[in-house]
Structures are given as C-alpha cells and as structure tokens.
C-alpha cells in the first residue's frame, strides 16, 4: 500500500510542476496587461505604463519572473493581486468557503436523490419508474446550466417569489464569520432566524450545481446496479432465497458503490466548473466568479494562484478518490 | 467483438463481408433502442435545417426590423404571425435566428470532435504504442491539463487567444482531446497483446501500418461513443463561453451568445431566454440519446446482462 | 425523479414560511451596489465603484461638489483666495472635524493642516514613506497632471494651507473636490507607521467623512455605520450597507422585494416595469457624459470633413436610442454633455438623410467605401451595449453603399489600439465627466496634445486649438463660455466624431427613501438621505 502511495505521489508532483508553468506561462499571453486597464479611457503615456510595469515586475523577462514565483510559492506565498492589492491566499481563502459550501450542498443533493433513484430504477428495470428516472437524468445532464439557473430565478425569485434572489444570506443579519461556511456560522452566531435565511438563499444555487452531477450519479448508479445484478453471486443468493431487500442491500449494493464513489470524487473538477456558472448567475461571493473576474481584469497574480490552488484540490481530491479505490480493490494497486 | 482466434483473424485482412455483418448487428442493437432512434431523427431533422436554413428561416437572422422591437411569440398579445418566436431587442426574428443558430451549434460539435478526435488518436496510439518514456510524457501532460476544470482552463484559453468562434472551438478541444488520449491508449495497450496483432508483426507489417491500420479500427468503439458524447458537451461548452461574453460575437445567432445577449431580459421578455435554451437543451438531449444508444449497441455486454 | 418532486414542494413550503418571518430595522438603508470596491484609498483607483464606497462615504475633501449638482461648495476648506496671476490657492481650513474612531485608532486631536499636507505628499512625493506602501499609480492624481502642476504645498499655520501652481489652471478647484484628493489621517498614519502596519492605511482608514467603515466582505457586503460626530451633523440613517449584486436583473428583483432600497444602472429594458411599480420611484437625469463614433481624421479618405460630415448623416441616431439605450439616452449633437455650463443649444444636428449622404459621398468621389467600426467590448454608461450600437451602425451605413466591418478587443487591447494614429477604422468609445469643467471633456478629447492619446480622431485643428487653449488661461466664466461655444461650432462643421447620445442616469429608489439625488458625476451619496 506504501508503495503504491508513493508511486500516485510520485506522479503527482512534476504533474503539479506542470500546472504552475502552464498556469504562469498561460497567464503571460493574455493580450492586454493590468495596467492599461487601470487608466481606463484615460490613457497614460508610453513612459508611465513602462515604469508601472516594472514597479509591478511586469518588465523581466517571463523566466526570470517564473524563478522568483517558483520560489515564492515555495514560500507559500502566491503574490498580491493588482486590483486589491492584497495577497492572493487571503483572497482565495476568503471566498473559498462559499464555493466549498456550496459545492458540497450540491453533492449532498445529488447524492440524496440521485443514488436512491438509481438503485431504485435498476431494480425495477424497465419500469415506468426507471424510464423517468432514465429520461430525467438525461435531460439534467444535457442541461445548460447558465440556462436552468435564469428560468428558476425567473420562476421562484421573479414570478412566485419564493426564495430570495442572490447572495448568501439576508443583509439584516451581521456576524464576524467563524468558518467562512454561512449554514454554520448562522447556527453559531445564535441570531433568530439567520440560519434559515442561509438555507433559504442555498436552495436555488445548490438545485442548479447539483443538476449534472446528480444525473451522472443516477445514471452510474443504475448501471452499476445492473451488471452487479446480473453476476452470478447474486443470483446465487437470490436462489439461496434471501429476500430481495437483503440481495440488494447487502451484496448487490456494496460492490455496486465502489464506481460510483469514484464517480461522485470525479466530480470535483465538474463542481467548479457548474460554479463558475452557478456563482456568476446568483452572484455567489465565491472562487469561480472571482476567476471571471480575475481574468476580465488581467489581474495576473489572482488568476495564477487561483488556477494552482484550484488544480491542487482537484488532484488532492482524485488522489484521494484514487487511494480509496486501492484500499477497496487491491487489484489495482498494482495495475497501472 | 469477441475474443476468439477465429474472428481476430478474421479482423487482421478486415474482409467487406465482416465489416457488413458488425455493421448489421450494431444497426440491430441500436434500432432496439427507442430513445436513441429517437434522438437520431430529431438530430437528423436538425441537420436539414441547418442544411435549409436560407430557405426554412422566414427572414434573415440578422434583418433588423426597427419597428418590432421586442415583440412576443405569436400567440401571446401584441404578438404576429410575422415574427411567430418573437423578436429581440434589436427586431431581429428569434425563430431565423435559431435556425441559423443550427449551422454554428452543428459546426462546433463537428470541428471539437475532429480536432479532438484526431489529435487524441494520434497522441493516445503513439503513447500506448511505444510505452516506455513517451507515454510518460504524453501522459502526464494530460494530467496537468485533466488537473484543471475545463471550464476554466477553456475560458483562460479563450481569454488567451481573444473571444470568437474560432478560439473558443480551439479551446473546447483543446480541453477535451485529453480524454481521447486516454481511451485510445488504454484500448490500443490492450489491443497489443492480442493474438492478430502478434500475428500481423511476425508477418512483417509496417509500424506505423500496424498502428493506425491494423490496431486502430479495433479501438474505434469507445472512441465513437466518446465522440458522441463529446459532441454535446462542445456544444454545451461553447453556449457556456458564449453566455459569459467569450465565445462567438454578436451578432452572430450562437443560441448561447443570444442567451447572453438575452439575460438582461430576463424579466421583461422570456420568450428572448427561452427559446435559445430550448434550442439547446432539446439538441443535446437529442445528441445524448443517440450516445447512450451508441455505446449500448457498441457494447453489447451492458445490453444483455 | 417523484422524490425530487416531493422535496421542492416541501422547500418551497419551508420557504413560503419564513418570507413572512423576516424582521425589518427602522434605520438601515441597503444600497445593491454593482461591484466590489477595489480597495478603501480612492486615490488609487479610477472606478466609480470604488469612488462610492470610499471617498464618497468615508473622505471629505477640501472643496465639494453640492450633492446633486456640479456646483462647488466648500468642504474641509471653509473658503479659499486665488491670487490675481491665478498661481497661489490659499484654503482655510475648517475647526473641530473630527476623525472616525475606530477599533485600533482613536483620534485625538482635530483635522488640521498636517492631514492636508500628508494627503497630497503622499501622491505627489517619491520619497515620501507613503508613496509606496500599496504598490501602484496614484492614477487620478497624475491624470490631471498634478506633479506637473504643483510647485509646493506650504502649511501656513494649523489651518491655513496654499498651493502653488507651475501655471495657471482654470478648472483647479473642481480639480481638488475630485475623489483622488480626499483628506486621510496623518494620526493614523504615524500610528500604523509605529505598529509596522502602514498598508493598513488603505485597508481600513479613518477618515473625516460621514460615514465609518465596519465590515467588508469581498463580493458580498460593505457595512458602514453612521459618523457620530460628523462637522456637517449625522447622517439620519444610522447604518448604510452596500449589498454587492453585479447583475443588474438580480438587482431589480432584490429592489423589488425589499431587499435594497437604492440601486444603480438598471437595465434599459426593466424602465418600463420600474415606472409603473408603485413601490418604486424612478429618478433619473441627464449623465455627464457623451458616447462617440471617433474617425481617424488623420487617415484618408477620413481626412476630409465632407466624408465625416456624410457618414454622421447616414447614421439613425434615434434607432441607436431605441435599440441600445432602451429610451435611457438623448440623442447628442455637441461633444459635451447639456449639463455643463457653455453648451451650445444653438448648433443644430446633421439630419438623417442617407440620400443626401450618398450624395455627398458621391461628390467626394467615394465610391465602394469599405471601413471598420470598432465595439468596445464593456458595457460603459455612455454606450450600455457597444455591439449593438456597432451593428446598428453597420446596417445604417449598409444603406448608403458603405460596407462596414465590426471589430473588438480585449478591452485593455482596445484602449490601447484605439490610440494608434495609424489605426484602421473608426472608435466606439466615449468620456464621463471628472470635475465638471468644458475643459475636461474638449481639452482632453479634442486638444493637439491628445493625438495619439486620449483624442481618438487625432483631431488636431487650429482654429479648435486657438479657442480652448485660450479658454484654460482665462478665469472669467463668461468669457470662457464664450470661447467653449465657438469651439463646439467649429466641432461640428469639421466633424471629428459622430456624437451620438448622452445618456440619461436612471436610479430606482424604494417609495420609502427620502431626499436621494442624482449625482451628475455618477457617484451615489448616501448623506443627507433618509428613511420613511
């Protein structure tokens, strides 16, 4: 088992030496710089732009720059964004929580409903029920989310006026942030009705972020159900006459889990992309609407260490699914 | 697609007759599946129109009609059979618009695939050909990309080489061939140890022959279902890029960039948010349909447990 | 998915009822900004929306502009002299202002000459221990090219300051109620100088302004509470809170119910529902600003003012309102804005009349002309959709025989490009007023010092020259009016740009504010305001 943690270790670090080169390099082709867009339609002369560059260390060359973020980041240090001038780890860290709450309500979601109805259409395949689930999966899953999110604004924030519209919580209520993750730190704060106001504000957002991954849940979910069913263990078992809840829930279902689990860990990566969306459309105070930004405004240093911490946690999290996945199946630790 | 000697033979000198018959059998599968027939049709009927769409649109896609600014779909008042989706903020006729929409939505799937498709071929043949150093090094550069979202890594792309139609399909497949790679080599690496091609190499077939004539077809399976499956997430992809200002331009009558334009909407005139996201969800579903009845017929085993 | 069915109708239910819980605070007012400030130092900053939440809720300045108007009142200075060669600014300060307190900085003593003197030395000195301790340009105090123009600032006594000038400047006192010159504590300063914090400076300042900062968080909230001890009395509402909402529907629908009471830019096509609604009052007023269409006067055949003169009639200026401006515009016929002083209402606009213009192209000699049209690819007031102004554009001049290509930048690329004096095309781009002054719009938009700069068309014309350079050393209103007038009717028989609108400032406001103004310069001011 050591061994094989090393060797996924082993591949993972020049992967992440790879992700900061691209990252930095990417970062350098943007057309435009930060400066220029500082002025506006002002404009500065050609001498104030060239000295602004090099007070940003903007004007050396792309390698010596790419040394000296090496080794900051060495440091833990990601640098300082141009626009608020304050560094990046600290802004990244701010917004984090709420991406990273809204993620997992999202997960919570789909894994809520999205494994039930699975299991559920895989052993009543064929049904009324499973072609519903099948069809409804489908569509969520060919769903343009940007698109999903507008019409459930316009349907219960516009026309039913059932949940409010964006942001994380109503203004009325005001607490210094524990965790950073609103559900919590309403409870904690112990202001009447703040916590609810938290889940009234999550609905809509984490509904239109879960739809992708609980359609990719049920339909793995369902099939892996199926070629379970139809091994010959369970048949076996079902002969011996256990009863048919006993067949799924013990044997069916436990081996049927181990794709899905890793289905679910692949849908990290998923996640952030749907929050880009997703956050940009609720006007989430999270990381990927702060990328948008960070990009629209040629801030350099935010979209550099935005993209780095984003790939680290998306390796962390499959190399963890990774792991799982040895730990459950010895097989594969030593397949490639 | 089974693993008999006989058939792996009958493989290597790839006779018409074989081709025929697995061309029959997957026709058998996939016609068994009514969704998929369903989305095949639906697909069909898109490509007309993309194909007719200078004669089915009733005006031009972006003919402004100053006086029918924002107008309602037919049936709702203050509505006209001229304009039967209604207009947009400029008078333009939403229905033309969507049906020209069709070319560039067809268009973008059609250009992500190929690009990606052939460039995950050649890479993920070369990697699980050779092995050794250059899978490595193939390998692990998917890696970097895979350990971005693709969203992401797409709109930075985009933001890269500046917001159009063209960039925005370059970024699309560039974000998505990693996953060619990895299908092609792991079906190519376990292609290699099969009998036909120990065969083909004893009898002195070329490599490069050995690569992309003989081993090649037989990975074609997942790689077509991918491509299906891909084809919609490009299109997905690019209405996202497009909806965020970075893919195609107006006025171009890209259902996402129209979805874009018609947020601001969003209140005053659903019919501008509706309809374009009809357009592409119902094309999508279509797409995904015919997916799912792909791999069911290419991958028989799924369809008779 | 029956399930899924069944718990959205549970939530929704959960929902429905905690609508009716919510608690209501007498004194609060929530404006829905748009965006997230870029920092607390407005002198770093260009941004409007980092204007509103600094210097506009924080800072005082040494002259203001009266809220709602472009007249300048005294603020921190209680009155000012300008000697008679127009080069020594002598300010009086004003007694017993006091600073916000806050958590780590407790004021003690008074505003006085010191804050003045560290406020401006601060941008204007290299070496001051202040110049650098937030990287980045003082961006507003070079654009008005205050190093060029100050000599020194002297601390006649605790209470008396006096700039020196290198020349006379008329517009100098607008040029100093600008949001870059807000007055910041040298206390604080040397306070967080001690404690090896100085950057702390821009994060948190203490300022003299009616409101203090309480809480930010990015992308979400700015709280503020009112100064109690504010020079000109408290502000009547107690706290004032910026709930960050950068889409202009989701605005709305938070104006609406309740969840804001004050808005910025709404969207052209919400105006009509936001008349009607009867919770909502819709203010609105003429912006200080213009929205261009620049040629390249330097490049043939746009060097000839006949061919500029024949485009500008081609173009259908009231379809670009109804199209892009939704109504929320006035079509422009000068290149400053009605609501500065000196505007010509006597110029009359080129007609629409694309047969006349064919015809003067014709007479030209111009035929088959193919141009491109540059769209900037952000929304500015002056022009809310650049794109679809282009494309209207491009059909008007489809009409008279003239092929029109469309063609976009990265923004910063646009700026950037579009200063070119080689550039291919004419420019989209327009100006929003710094300080009020005719100057600041056809000096810098239309002078011979801009070309290649921040005058698009590389206008360079003598006779437009003679009269604004004249009319920047001149002190006497009346006469300087005179001399803006002559330059707008020399503008428009040359016809540099086609002006197309100005645009009209809607701000929606809940029935229950009281005493909101527009501000000309676009910027949102929360004192004075109050609560029903």
């Not at chain 3, 020399?490 to 086609?498: I, L, S």
Request: glycine residues 8%; aromatic residues 10%.
């Amino acid at each position: 088992m050591i061994t094989f943690i090393l060797r996924k270790l082993g591949v993972l670090l020049p992967t992440f030496f790879g992700v900061t080169l691209i990252a930095f390099v990417f970062i350098r082709l943007l057309p435009g710089d930060p400066v220029l867009l500082m002025a506006g339609e002002r404009g500065m002369t050609e001498e104030r732009h060239a000295r602004l560059m090099k007070e940003f260390g903007f004007d050396r060359p792309i390698l010596v720059q790419y040394g000296s973020y090496l080794k900051q980041i060495a440091g833990g240090d990601l640098g300082k964004s141009i626009i608020t001038r304050r560094p990046v780890i600290e802004e990244f860290m701010t917004l984090f929580p709420a991406t990273a709450e809204l993620s997992l309500c999202a997960i919570f979601l789909a894994v809520l409903f999205g494994l039930p109805a699975g299991i559920i259409a895989a052993v009543r395949r064929g049904s009324v029920f499973d072609h519903t689930v099948m069809g409804t999966a489908l569509t969520g899953y060919s769903m343009p989310i940007f698109w999903w999110g507008l019409l459930l604004i316009i349907l219960f924030s516009g026309i039913l006026r059932w949940t409010p519209v964006s942001g994380r919580i109503s203004l009325l209520f005001f607490f210094e942030p524990v965790t950073g993750f609103m559900l919590i730190d309403s409870l904690l704060s112990g202001e009447k009705g703040a916590f609810l106001s938290a889940v009234r504000h999550m609905i809509l957002p984490s509904i239109v972020l879960s739809t992708i991954p609980m359609a990719v849940i049920a339909r793995q979910t369902r099939s892996a159900m199926l070629e379970v069913l139809g091994e010959d263990y369970v048949r076996t078992a079902k002969a011996k006459g256990l009863g048919p809840g006993r067949v799924i829930g013990l044997h069916a279902l436990r081996n049927a889990l181990i794709p899905v689990v890793t289905v679910i860990g692949l849908q990290v990566g998923v996640l952030f992309a749907g929050a880009i969306l997703t956050e940009t459309i609720f006007s989430w105070p999270g990381i990927g609407k702060w990328m948008v930004d960070s990009i629209s405004r040629r801030d350099y240093p935010s979209v550099q260490g935005g993209l780095l911490l984003i790939a680290a946690i998306v390796m962390s999290v499959n190399l963890f699914v990774d792991l799982l996945y040895g730990l459950i199946n010895p097989q594969i630790r030593h397949t490639d | 697609m089974t693993d008999t000697v006989a058939e792996n033979t009958e493989k290597l000198d790839t006779r018409q007759g074989g081709r025929i018959a697995l061309l029959k059998e997957f026709w058998s599968y996939f016609t068994e599946n009514r969704g998929a027939v369903m989305g095949l049709i639906f697909f069909i009927a898109v490509i007309l129109v993309a194909i007719f769409a200078d004669v089915l649109a009733p005006h031009a896609p972006n003919q402004q009609y100053r006086d029918a600014f924002l107008q309602p779909p037919f049936w709702e008042e203050g509505g006209s059979t001229a304009f039967i989706l209604g207009t947009d903020a400029v008078g333009r006729d939403i229905l033309s618009r969507l049906i020209h929409g069709s070319r560039y939505s067809l268009f973008i799937g059609c250009i992500v695939v190929s690009i990606a498709l052939s460039v995950g071929i050649l890479l993920g043949v070369t990697a699980g050909y050779f092995r050794g150093r250059v899978d490595t090094i193939i390998m692990r550069l998917m890696d970097i990309f895979l350990a971005f979202p693709s969203l992401l890594l797409a709109l930075v792309l985009v933001a890269i080489l500046g917001p159009s139609l063209t960039n925005a399909m370059i970024a699309i497949a560039i974000v998505q061939q990693p996953h060619y790679v990895r299908l092609t080599r792991a079906a190519v690496m376990s292609e290699m140890s099969r009998d036909y091609v120990t065969a083909a190499r004893v009898i002195g077939v070329k490599r490069l022959r050995l690569m992309f004539v003989t081993i090649l077809p037989n990975c074609m399976a997942p790689l077509i279902v991918q491509a299906a499956l891909s084809f919609s997430s490009a299109i997905l992809d690019a209405a996202a890029l497009g909806f965020l200002g970075l893919g195609a331009q107006p006025p171009t009558p890209e259902w996402g960039t129209m979805l874009a334009e018609a947020r601001e909407f969003i209140l005053r005139a659903w019919w501008v948010v509706t309809f374009p996201g009809l357009a592409i969800l119902t094309t999508v579903v279509a797409i995904n349909l015919m997916g799912d009845g792909l791999r069911d017929a290419l991958d028989p085993k799924l369809k008779r447990s | 998915m029956k399930y899924s069915g069944k718990l959205w109708t549970l939530l929704c239910a959960v929902a429905l009822i905690l609508m009716c819980a919510l608690p209501v605070s007498a004194k609060t007012l929530v404006y829905c900004s748009e965006g997230s400030p870029e920092g607390f130092n407005p002198a770093l900053y260009t941004a409007g929306t980092t204007f509103d939440a600094s210097s506009r809720a924080l800072f005082n300045k040494l002259a203001e502009f009266e809220r709602g108007t472009t007249k300048i009142v005294p603020a921190l200075a209680e009155s000012w002299e300008i000697s008679s060669d127009g080069l020594v600014y002598t300010f009086n300060l004003r007694k017993g202002v006091k600073f916000h307190t806050l958590k780590d900085f407790t004021p003690t003593r008074d505003f006085n000459a010191d804050d003045v003197l560290f406020s401006f030395m601060r941008q204007l000195d290299k070496n001051h221990p202040f110049h650098k301790v937030t990287p980045g340009a003082y961006e507003y105090f070079e654009g008005m090219s205050m190093p060029d123009l100050l000599k020194e600032i002297v601390k006649v006594d605790d209470y008396t300051v006096k700039f020196v000038l290198t020349r006379p400047e008329a517009p100098m006192i607008a040029n100093l109620a600008m949001d870059f010159a807000s007055i910041f504590s040298k206390e604080q300063a040397d306070m967080l100088m001690k404690a090896g914090t100085p950057e702390k400076i821009d994060l948190h300042p203490a300022g003299t302004g009616p409101f203090q900062l309480v809480a930010y968080q990015k992308d979400a909230v700015i709280r503020y509470k009112a100064h109690p001890d504010y020079w000109a009395g408290k502000a009547p509402i107690d706290n004032l809170v910026f709930a960050i909402t950068p889409d202009a529907s989701v605005r709305y629908q938070k104006l609406k119910a309740g969840e804001c009471h004050v808005m910025p830019y709404p969207n052209p096509a919400d105006l009509e529902a936001m008349k009607t609604d009867k919770e909502i009052n819709l203010l609105s007023q003429e912006g200080l600003n213009v929205g261009y269409l620049a040629y390249n006067t330097m490049m043939a055949p746009f060097d000839n003012p006949k061919v500029r003169k024949a485009l500008n009639m081609a173009i259908n200026k009231q379809a670009i309102l109804d199209a892009v401006f939704q109504g929320a515009g006035k079509v422009a016929k000068n290149p400053i804005p009605p609501t500065i002083w000196s505007y010509n209402d006597d110029i009359v606009d080129d007609p629409y009349d694309p047969e006349g213009a064919k015809k003067m192209l014709a007479e030209a000699g111009l035929q088959n002309l193919s141009m491109k049209i540059w769209a900037m690819p952000v929304q500015r007031p002056y022009n809310p959709n650049a794109r679809r102004m282009a494309e209207v554009i491009q059909a008007d001049f489809e009409k008279i025989g003239v092929k029109a290509e469309i063609v976009s930048y990265e923004w910063g690329e646009y700026l950037k490009r579009s200063k070119d004096k080689d550039r291919d095309g004419a420019v989209l781009l327009g100006w929003t007023g710094d300080n009020g002054d005719p100057d600041n719009f056809l000096a810098v938009l239309l002078g011979c010092d801009g070309v290649g700069g921040s005058n698009r068309a590389n206008f360079c014309h003598d006779e437009f020259e003679a009269l604004i350079q004249k009319a920047k050393r001149v002190s006497d209103p009346a006469e300087r009016t005179n001399l803006y007038k002559q330059a707008q009717v020399v503008f428009k028989e040359q016809a540099p740009w086609a002006t197309i609108a100005h645009s009209i400032v809607f701000e929606p406001v809940r029935k229950e504010v009281v005493d909101y103004r527009i501000d000309p310069f676009g910027g949102h001011i929360f004192y004075g305001v109050d609560l029903k």
